[in-house]
């Protein structure tokens, strides 16, 4: 219910702005006697920070956690767990040109009309900087569920597209998506994606990007039929991630043109074990899982900020131009992979205590 | 939190199987003093009713809604609305034969491995016939919204994909959609849809779709970030839709490959009113309403039940084969374009009342 | 957050007027598999059922409650359970006289003022008829911690004072309660409780009355601070019925009066077993069951429907007077002991649920 | 549903321990435009903090609230206000005799079994330092509806009852309550309860107390039915404060002892306005509220912490005693009045939010 909160059991609730003193979260509902640390959050962090490469912003954020509450002697107690981030490169003075003026696909015009005030600093609350609590609470849950589900369990993120870019899925390497600065699964083709990304940058222009998400170790029956359907609280939770605008859950909008004998996932015994001979379903049938991997996608817009001179009203409703220059991402759904993958984290997590709730 | 309940202020909670004595659902949070009828609700009942065309199942329901609670001399009291719409043509006989083998493509499997029981009969909880009950729900949406936003308020889905067949969206006619059976806003595409889908039923196959919905009469400001977003409460009600799998806001999964410059739709004043030249964002900036249009699509895989033989497995674990007979939809997509219109409904109503919470 | 709902895993929500064709509810979130019939149910609901004695209401109700969903070869399925109650002995006409007037200690005046429109009819939702419903809901919740805790699990209320008549608490008597009209626990207070209430009775006046409440076979560790306290829960629960105006957990308000070595329970280890000396905390700390029987007790006002003519005002402000004849209890009392034994199961389950879920 | 948060609409979430770092809180949902400045909080926070009376706990706090998000150029800007208090006081090597003991009628033995692990610094966060974040969030109401109702509104609270000594409710003074140490609204009872409490101090021993809450300047119609009654949520949040026990509205518990004559608060037009001849009711019928003046009470219990020694058993099982020494308040009740008061303030918020939205 509460507008910044997410999940149902496990729960975490963010605050802060982009150029305030700090952001941050309070997780709740973690199980008890988890050993976490600050490096494990800090790992997830690193991930997601900016300024790491020439092709995420420049602002400089070394994005240092600090775990206030809920934890005792290195485990969680059960009760909130109170994290902290404070902003540092936060240079204010960039947004004095564009107080008045509403940045076209940036969320300054309907700020400004739902409350009737906005804090025009570096985007205030809109800002993808709040993401940065999201990826710690993320970092809990994962912690967490490798406890209650052993090592086996995963979650995976990569760029499988770059703007016009795709690339090989079947190429998938884990290790690869580790090293490149693109969170690319396929090295082939990280090349071409450098050279295009550069020529963007350089444009003064941006791109958009695909984001795909696995998941396993998972076992069957997480998800709650009707409306806390594991798919469409991940559609809720993927979707809530700033620039996001599209999301799908296996096939997804391929699933259209599939005829019903290639959609659905045939079941076979092999060897006394369940498989299933494909997954289109991407691991969720009637919103529970099925045992498989859990495969969900997302389309992350290219980020608004550009160059390029852009028609736009001010806050009188007069006509005028706009060029935002600050220091901005030329695709923000590079970083994006991280994120994704916290909110994957959370739902699932959720959704692991949801089902031990009413099944046990 | 409920696993059957949808929405915050506005809530409805569904009920009921398919081969149940009934299925229904309260609606909960409505505004006082909204004059409604059986009828208002069942004209939107009757859109969604089955058996209406050889396009789709069978099945003969009259689904006529009955409300119980919640309305006195023809009008809201702002107390629980408790509708019930009897199951009249159940044939439980035609699933004795399926009901120790899982449907590939249906949740039978995940449903057993989750509650350890299921109700086999036309799938029990899973079956789309849960979606009547959201139906009658949004019908009450859609008329509070008309009273609290005026006659300019207006929800209109259409089918835009048949499977492999699209249509042209510049020929969008929404006095077409009304008149032929798949929703379709072009009248060009028609008949070849037609022939499209006479042949893939009568090959025992199915085919996917994907619906827009365009909702138009709605002010800007509707949407509580970060995490009650209207496009995130959006994609988490469309996404509930029984066999949906992908969910787009705007431009949607093709945002990912346009530049900056063509995402992001530019503002301009015309004599005094605000405009924007394009509306890849779908209506919606930061998750919040920005006057414009809002546009969602979603596609709805094809129906599962298909007569061709799929090899599953049985309760025990053995390898079998499987066909479906029953009475099924070829494209499940069809009628579901006043289903996701009804959660349109719903969310929208939801949130108009949320933003009228905290901003008056 | 839903109006009409309560509870967090285990959630009932409740619909109906008490001069409609129906009332009843939603269960949601109950375990699967818990074996329940028809039967079980209608155990509590003829505890509650109106017209059995001269001390109730002479509305004859049979109260039969109907399961529509969410049972399957009579076990529970995890999916919604509806259940529909009808009204028979509605008789509306009795309500003629005071559509008009608002009735002192009702909720006429209040639901006039909120929702601009009222049911009139035998008070429409604000009727004490919505307990039934209620009271399917426990029947449920009390079935299913039989199964989940063992047989040792039992809530049992009781009246312990009637109007300005006392009982003696330590002649609690559980073979007593189910025998009497009054679900009086002390044998000897009988007598004089009957000529007492047939006097308030004859007078056309009513009393109030004190019900307590224990539980026990509950395991230590439910309940979750800060914000879902245990005792925080069945506060709310309880004073959720209607006429409740206070609530006790253990010493209650009394605990005031207690110095601290009195009030704090000592606890010691008798043969193994953690026992505690004293029960001033009715069997919760912090919030959370401490393993000890739990103590509730709430207050319920007197009928507010009283012969004596009353002063008041009518729709249009005038000034004028009431007596309300209709058939009421002299003392509603006597029947929120069922209710609030159904309230204390609905919280212990879903806290049950709750706990499981955090802690496994 | 969240254990930690507290509200629907107008929401705040706790966190943070008694001997950890800091506390504070999230305050989500406020409406927007609302000028608010640290010293509003401050002077609440000032009313609540120990060490200023002899009276009190000894523990230095200058609690001081830093606010770290939600507002810009000093006003609220409807996005989360994140505030913190940083620990300054706390020794915890005064708990470090007790680490391995269950302190009787604390929570100590409730968190350990139910975790599995516990903060026993200080009690962790079981302590009643958790209450200075609710202090904070319900300033933030008590602004927020001085604005929105204007400055009529006002919520005063004062100890009515400390431990064994009354005072005369008709002598209720509120520039009386502002200047004793035990926020006693009759003059004439202030000698003999600073004697009195000197005692307890002096013997080691610990007395408990009721405090009422006035509420007035609210409009008819806060207050949802049926579980969302304005009272069923104040039981909740009263409940939910450290060592209460009970919780009345209006005539509270003594409402058993009344004829249905005495309770029902006849109602008058006087020149056009309506009034009410008594307030047994407390200002609400039916869970909403009437316009008159809400009246509700709670009764704290003792404090636990007490010289004398106790029976009791460690974390092996073993019986043993306990003797609490640190620095403890001889009656927390005292200073519990601005924590009433801070949980009036966010249950009248939160329902003037949530009345909004449903009647506008």
Chains 1, 2, 3, 4 share one sequence.
């Not at 305030?20 to 690193?46: E, L, R, T, Y």
């Not at 912003?57 to 775990?67: A, F, G, L, M, W």
């Not at 400004?112 to 600093?121: C, H």
């Not at 710690?136 to 994962?142: D, F, L, P, S, T």
Request: aromatic fraction near 8%; proline fraction near 4%.
């Amino acid at each position: 219910m509460s507008f910044n909160t997410f999940g149902k059991i496990f729960r975490f609730t963010t605050w802060g702005e982009s150029h305030g003193p700090a952001i941050g979260c309070i997780v709740d509902g973690c199980p008890p006697n988890i050993a976490i640390s600050q490096k494990d959050i800090q790992f997830d962090m690193n991930r997601r920070r900016p300024g790491k490469s020439k092709f995420t912003s420049q602002r400089k954020e070394s994005d240092k956690v600090e775990i206030l509450s809920g934890t005792f002697q290195g485990k969680t107690t059960g009760t909130p767990i109170s994290m902290i981030i404070y902003n540092e490169d936060a240079k204010s003075r960039d947004y004095e040109t564009i107080k008045n003026k509403f940045r076209p696909g940036h969320a300054d015009y309907s700020y400004f009309l739902k409350y009737g005030i906005r804090d025009y600093r570096g985007g205030g609350r809109q800002s993808a900087r709040e993401t940065a609590a999201r990826v710690a609470a993320g970092a809990i849950a994962r912690v967490a569920l490798k406890k209650l589900l052993g090592k086996r369990y995963k979650v995976t993120g990569a760029v499988i597209q770059l703007g016009l870019l795709g690339c090989k899925k079947d190429k998938w390497n884990e290790k690869e998506i580790r090293k490149n600065p693109f969170f690319c699964p396929d090295k082939e083709a990280i090349k071409l994606w450098e050279k295009y990304l550069l020529a963007v940058r350089k444009a003064g222009s941006s791109c958009g990007a695909v984001i795909e998400l696995r998941a396993s170790g998972i076992p069957s029956g997480l998800g709650a039929p009707i409306y806390s359907k594991l798919d469409s609280d991940l559609a809720s939770g993927l979707m809530s991630i700033n620039a996001v605008k599209g999301v799908n859950i296996g096939a997804g909008m391929n699933a259209a043109i599939l005829s019903g004998e290639e959609n659905s996932d045939e079941i076979i015994n092999i060897k006394g074990k369940t498989k299933f001979k494909s997954n289109k379903a991407g691991g969720i049938l009637g919103g529970i899982s099925s045992g498989q991997e859990i495969i969900a996608s997302f389309a992350v817009k290219p980020t608004s900020s550009i160059l390029s001179s852009r028609e736009t009203i001010n806050k009188k409703g007069k006509n005028t131009k706009i060029s935002v220059k600050g220091r901005h991402d030329p695709c923000v759904g590079i970083r994006a992979v991280p994120i994704g993958e916290a909110m994957m984290n959370c739902v699932l997590l959720d959704h692991y205590l949801l089902n031990r709730a009413q099944c046990g």
